[in-house]
Nanobody, 116 residues
């Protein structure tokens, strides 16, 4: 059964940074175009960043562009999301998935809370 495992979330003050990691279970991340998604309380899950298989192409939602960086280490079969200058509106559960996403691949996500 395929799913992803996200880690690295936590409580951080506004302006702080976190790095999220994502590994796959039953899937080889290094072979997939990957994305990060987030779901804020009471809102839909949205795509915020995507990266090509080789890592040479990335794209971001306007809300995170310039602050977040998606990357991958295919040798470690791991996806990352570096988040800088965090804002309270970044508070959400963060998930990784393929792009396009597969609904039965979702993991538990990792909670990011930005608060003073």
């Amino acid at each position: 059964q395929v799913h992803f495992v996200e880690s690295g979330g936590g409580l951080v003050q506004p302006g702080g940074s976190l790095r999220l990691s994502c590994v796959g279970s039953g899937i080889t991340v290094s072979r997939e175009q990957m994305s990060w998604y987030r779901q804020a309380p009471g809102k839909e899950r949205i795509l915020i960043a995507l990266i090509s298989v080789a890592g040479g192409t990335t794209n971001y939602a306007d809300s995170v562009r310039g602050r977040f960086t998606i990357s991958r280490d295919n040798a470690k079969d791991t996806l990352y999301l570096q988040m800088n200058n965090l804002k309270p509106e970044d508070t959400a559960v963060y998930y990784c998935n393929t792009n396009p996403r597969m609904e039965n691949y979702w993991g538990q996500g990792t909670q990011v809370t930005v608060s003073s």
